[in-house]
């Protein structure tokens, strides 16, 4: 990605491909009549872009991740044509239909397609109690003390990273969630999120506030149609999660773009006094993909889980960053991340447990395991520790293995074939997530999407 410092009249929409300038930011500030503070936020998090190298694989947090392999070319910096809002389930289009599950008990739903919002739906009852679920263009003008207070000013900052500034400057679509304290959200709130161009960069942003003592399910869901895309796209995405004091928050994101996407999401979590936190990652699609996601423990009682489940094919490769935070006393995390491989695919984990002085009573685990079904699939895997306390229960461990032909050669002798019996050792091998899954329709869902993937 060229980074053009040529300046433009203010109006004028950036159409060169690849091309990133000053005028870019300038156009999108133009185009949405966003408040000053908004705009001072998009400029700043353009100015850190600027100044901050693209990461190269001599960093060692992308030393397995090539970027410069990608066709940044191809990308279209700019916003597509906003598709118009429908105010019924059977008006949304017949395609993103066939993907969806509007059956899936829910308290909230909505529908974006290529960043734009088309439909909500939410229960009475939740806008009774005070719960806020929007999307960031609607919550920037009528809820704008949450969108100051928390949007990238701390937990997600442009100072992330590269990307990570790129979406603050860019950032169009996703949805603002707030729960007051006190309120249990019993049944999860859903977003579909829909992209069906080529060459052209998605910015959707997620940010979830729940109050002290609430309760609240979020699951985002990515996909693309199955038809075959030739033209690179990018989803640059950040969820940002603050759970005040005793919030019990589950989030799990499901990602199967199409394999023309690239995919980069930071997930980033402030968990206060005895919260609980449960993040799952599921990474199916997408030709690469890259996830940080980082669990900030800030005082005592908090307790964080961080599940994952990758299943690759063909070439595709996937790389997660996860970082376990304690500040605190007597705060816990526990970290499972599992990925079958096949065919010529990769992946690569990278995770680290931190502990800061005086965070005592720490008790931290982190465990990465890799199934390989192929020859030529290969995985890296590099958990880490930085312990700065003495009193701690920490430990971490990572496997790679092939699958075991015995198991396939037991099941074939009880009448299934190759890949059926691959299959169940597959099922199998990520019950181990799964069943930490308290949503009984997620664990159902992500059970066939896996069957799906698998073939």
Known sequence: ???????????????????????????????????????????HAWQVYREMPMPTTKDEAWRYTDLSKIDWQELAMREPSPPSR?????????EIQAALHFDDPSSAW?????????????????????????????????HPELVQKYFMTS???PEFGKLA??????VSGGRVIYVPGGVEVELPINTFRWLDIERTALFPHTLVIAGPQSKVTYVEECASPARVQDGLAMNCGVTEIIAEEGANVRYAIVQRWGRHVFHYQAVRVFAHK????????????????RSDVETDLQAEGAHSEMLGIYLGDSNQHFDHYTYQLHQAPHAGSDLL????????????????IRVMPGAQGTDAYQTNRNLILSEDAHADSLPNLEIEADDVRCSHG??????????????MSRGLSRDQAEKLIVYGFFEEVLARVPVEWLHKRLTRVIERKLG
Not at 337 to 352: I, N, P, T
């Open 398 to 411: 990572a496997t790679i293995g092939q699958q075991d032909e015995q198991q396939i050669f037991y099941l």
């Open 337 to 352: 991340y599992k990925g079958a491989l096949k065919d010529r695919s990769r992946a690569v984990f990278r995770g680290m």
């Open 1 to 43: 990605m060229s980074e053009s410092a040529t300046t433009t009249d203010i109006g004028t929409a950036p159409t060169v491909r690849g091309e990133i300038g000053p005028e870019t930011v300038t156009a999108i500030v133009a185009a949405r009549n966003e408040p000053d503070w908004m705009v001072a936020r998009r400029r």
């Open 165 to 170: 500034a790129l979406h603050g400057a860019f």
């Open 274 to 289: 005895d919260a609980q936190i449960q993040t799952l990652l599921v990474t199916l699609g997408g030709g690469v993909a």
């Open 86 to 94: 429908v105010s019924s389930r059977d008006q949304i289009p017949a």
């Open 155 to 157: 937990a997600v900052t």
């Open 110 to 142: 909505s529908v974006e397609h290529n960043s734009a919002s088309i439909y909500d739906e939410v229960e009475e009852e939740l806008t009774r109690q005070g719960v806020v679920f929007v999307d960031l263009a609607e919550a920037i003008v009528n």
